[in-house]
């Protein structure tokens, strides 16, 4: 059992930069894929960024690519996602979550078995 837990929400101004983290506890981090996904009230979770268990790959949504980053730290067993010139839009619930063993990062929130209970974004306009 994994155990996921965010960080570092908040609220900041459009054009900010925000990190968000992940620490994880009760499993074997540094060989699962690791993604963030977010969600507003209404809609369907949606995937932001995703990490391999090495740091080695990474895929983003279309609308993060250049703004946002995920890393990880495998021997703090956290994965972070650092997420500069903020827009209104990105405003919503961020979730963490991993796979299964040597699993490869993937979209689809179906393929994640753990999640974390989210940390708020609030970005003004």
């Known amino acids: 059992q994994v155990q996921l837990v965010e960080s570092g929400g908040g609220l900041v101004q459009a054009g900010a930069s925000l990190r968000v983290s992940c620490a994880a506890s009760?499993?074997?981090?540094?060989?699962?894929?690791m993604g963030w996904f977010r969600q507003v009230p209404g809609k369907e979770r949606e995937f932001v960024a995703a990490i391999n268990y090495n740091g080695g790959v990474t895929i983003y949504e279309d609308s993060v690519k250049g703004r946002f980053t995920i890393s990880r730290e495998n021997i703090k067993n956290t994965v972070f996602l650092q997420m500069n010139s903020l827009k209104p839009e990105d405003t919503a619930v961020y979730f963490c979550?991993?796979?299964?063993?040597?699993?490869?990062?993937?979209?689809?929130?179906?393929?994640?078995?753990?999640w974390g209970q989210g940390t708020q974004v609030t970005v003004s306009s």
């Open positions: 009760g499993g074997t981090f540094s060989s699962r894929a």
């Open positions: 979550a991993c796979r299964g063993t040597y699993s490869n990062p993937t979209r689809y929130p179906r393929d994640y078995q753990y």
